[in-house]
């Protein structure tokens, strides 16, 4: 069965500094979506980045990046010159390339910035 | 704004009782699932429709059960409710295919 994991319940950094958040998936599949998304205190979930598993190039989004190793199954999620509002619970998830489309979410690694 | 549009935002009920939650999808989308996210918790999958078809179910409860209709908005009804229900469920909706789901606010179930 699928799974998606995020060892770092928690992780801090310091505002303007680098942050990596991670994730390790576990699947038989060739073809996959990746995805992390943004929980602020809000409760909103916000798609952050997406990784299409045929794709060796990482996707980026303004600060946001990933380091998607696909042979190791890992899927990082880079943030650069962090700001508060990036403050929140962040998770990756796995969706299949099938018909279903069903998603795995891991569960959660909560980002605090310090100013 | 995600254009998934969940009602109501809050409910409070009690144990044994019956509720039903209500998702909009976007204009467009025609895949809707819901995912149930207990305090402090990551979400758990719930069920997928599509155009009007069960999908996909996860670890939904007997008592929980869903519907998409032919507008395409789809209903969870939770009966028989529990202390352990209360939770943060949401919606999210996608056209289907390779495109991502967005998410609504999410319904706010507190069970006294």
């Known amino acids: 069965a699928q799974t998606v994991t995020q060892s770092q319940p928690e992780m801090s950094v310091q505002e303007a500094e680098t942050v990596t958040l991670s994730c390790t998936y576990d699947t038989s599949e060739s073809d996959y979506y990746l995805f992390w998304y943004k929980q602020p205190p809000s409760r909103q979930m916000i798609l952050v980045i997406r990784q299409e598993a045929y794709k060796q190039q990482n996707a980026t989004e303004n600060r946001f990046s990933v380091n998607f190793q696909k042979a190791a199954k890992s899927f990082s999620l880079k943030i650069s010159d962090s700001q508060l509002g990036d403050a929140a619970m962040y998770f990756c998830?796995?969706?299949?390339?099938?018909?279903?489309?069903?998603?795995?979410f891991g569960t959660g690694t909560r980002l605090k910035v310090l100013a | 704004d995600s254009g998934v549009t969940q009602t109501p935002k809050h409910l409070i009920t009690a144990t044994g009782q019956r509720v039903t939650l209500r998702c909009s999808p976007r204009?467009?989308?025609?895949?809707v699932y819901w995912y149930q996210q207990s305090l402090d918790q990551g979400l758990q999958f719930l069920i997928q429709y599509y155009n009007g078809e069960e999908r996909a179910k996860g670890n939904i409860l007997e008592r929980f059960s869903a519907q998409q209709f032919p507008d395409l908005h789809s209903e969870l009804n939770l009966s028989s409710l529990e202390l352990g229900d209360s939770a943060l469920y949401f919606c999210?909706?996608?056209?289907?295919?390779?495109?991502?789901?967005?998410f609504g606010d999410g319904t706010r179930l507190s069970i006294l």
């Open positions: 204009s467009g989308d025609l895949s």
């Open positions: 998830a796995y969706r299949w390339d099938s018909g279903t489309y069903k998603y795995i």
């Open positions: 999210a909706s996608s056209p289907g295919g390779t495109q991502p789901q967005h």
